[in-house]
């Protein structure tokens, strides 16, 4: 953070808000895309100047506000205004990984700027390197992914639906440890899962990282009402609204996917919960389980 404000004051680089101020983003319409003047809100602001004052982050949030591109953004800056910078970025497959590059091709090319960027050397789905050694490599989440590293940025995309989140939390980290920084970006998708406990850890500040949550109404353009309608539309089905753009963060996580019922109705005879069971004596041996809830899965 000191080394951007100091060189911002001598004119030798551009701090990133405004580095991103003369790009453009890349916004769906009904049949394709189309490119907008990348005007930050007042909590991507928020979240920017995080990304420049704190080494690790863990960013909650409602879907659809623009903190993926506000990454994408910092990455740029990082690697077309500093030398020999590496940045990993992790998601739930190849695919999404490869989304990240592409998101930052495109603030490359759609910028002001872009015919004062050191030339790309490398160009491909996975990886983009520019002639001053800065790149940035896109990896699946796999339970080894980022070893034998040493790596300027790392950052986890939708770390909560990452099938070895856990393990390759464990893998990444190190090659950060010598000064680099570390971020987690991800919806929540259910209680007791690595996520929510990593969440939980850096909320009472027992992991070192610094908690952001953002809720629905950190996007402009959604009224007081927004919410409401979405909630309508569903048909019932409430749980997917309250996940996807909760309030608060114990929302986020309390309305998971996949859950079997959306709360415990104790009593009535069309309840979920019951205590009556069959049980026969000598019938064989008794197995305990636990259900946690949700579908497909028992432990």
Known sequence: ????VEGAASGAIILPGEFIARTKIKVPQKEAFSSEPFVLWPAQERVLDAMLSEPRLVILKARQ????????????WLCT?????????????????SEIVDRVRFLAYEHQDVKSFPKLTTDNTQ???????????????TKRAGRSFTASLVVFDEFAFMLWGAQLFAAAKPTVDDGGRLWIISSADGQAS????????????????????LDWTA??????????????????????IYREYPENDEEAFSAASGRIFDTWSDGPLDGNVTEDATYIPDAGPILWSMDDGYVGKID
């Open 219 to 240: 996007r402009p353009d959604r009224s007081v009402g927004w919410r409401e309608e979405r909630l309508i539309e569903t048909y019932g089905d409430t749980a997917f």
């Open 1 to 4: 953070y000191r080394e951007a």
């Open 65 to 76: 506000l623009g903190i993926t591109w506000l990454a994408c953004g910092y990455i740029l």
């Open 127 to 141: 990886e983009l390197e520019w002639a001053n050694k800065s790149r940035i490599q896109s990896m699946p989440a």
């Open 194 to 213: 690595p996520y929510h406990q990593f969440w939980q850890r850096a909320v009472t500040r027992l992991n070192g990282f610094k908690p952001i949550f």
């Open 81 to 97: 205004q500093h030398p020999g910078k590496l940045v990993l970025v992790f998601s739930q497959g190849q695919l999404e990984a």
